[in-house]
């Protein structure tokens, strides 16, 4: 993966999701989906640090190039001063629970992200592979930023979500165990 128009390419966009002459700006591909949670668009901001035939100083990986490709989503929302605390512990509470880990948020903007980064060797990487990833980290990003973001604006308060939380796995283990119990 040497050109970031063949990345382009592969991850198959929706025509009109952007123009083809803007999907590659500054060495970046810009992708856009549609929130399933909200009538808004995210954006993907995609990387690429290409590499060497092996990283130096750890262990040699198969013959070709080793590439970094990096996929960054900035939320529109920024937290509010009063709720930046609940939000960094919400973010790290979903980092705990996601099966891609990568919520951050900055303290300086109090701007949260999602982060990911995916080592490509020409063995390991295909189109089917970044399509993949492309919709498992929208899918990530489409679930947990709402919940996210209803903490930083004040709309949620953190403490009666988790409690909620609490209440539904109490029931769930409960309901297990009375189907196993019965079975």
């Not at 901001?45 to 070709?64: A, K, S």
Request: aromatic share 8%.
């Amino acid at each position: 993966m040497k050109y970031l128009e063949e990345l382009a390419k592969g991850l198959n966009l929706p025509e009109g999701v952007r123009p083809p002459s803007q999907a590659i700006i500054d060495d970046h591909v810009l992708v856009l989906f549609d929130s399933d949670q909200f009538d808004r668009q995210y954006e993907l901001i995609v990387t690429m640090q290409y590499g060497e035939t092996q990283l130096i100083g750890m262990i040699e990986l198969p013959e070709g190039h080793i590439d970094l490709m990096q996929i960054l989503c900035l939320s529109p929302i920024s937290a509010a001063a009063t709720h930046a605390i609940p939000t960094q512990r919400m973010v790290q509470l979903i980092n705990k629970l996601s099966p891609i880990p990568g919520f951050g948020f900055d303290e300086v903007d109090n701007r949260l992200f999602f982060r990911h980064a995916l080592v490509l060797t020409p063995q390991t990487c295909s189109h089917k592979l970044l399509q993949q990833t492309f919709s498992s980290v929208q899918q990530i990003i489409d679930l947990y930023f709402p919940m996210i973001e209803g903490v930083a604006l004040g709309k949620v308060d953190l403490n009666q979500l988790m409690e909620q939380s609490d209440k539904e796995f109490v029931q769930n283990f409960e309901n297990m165990t009375k189907f196993l119990k019965d079975t």
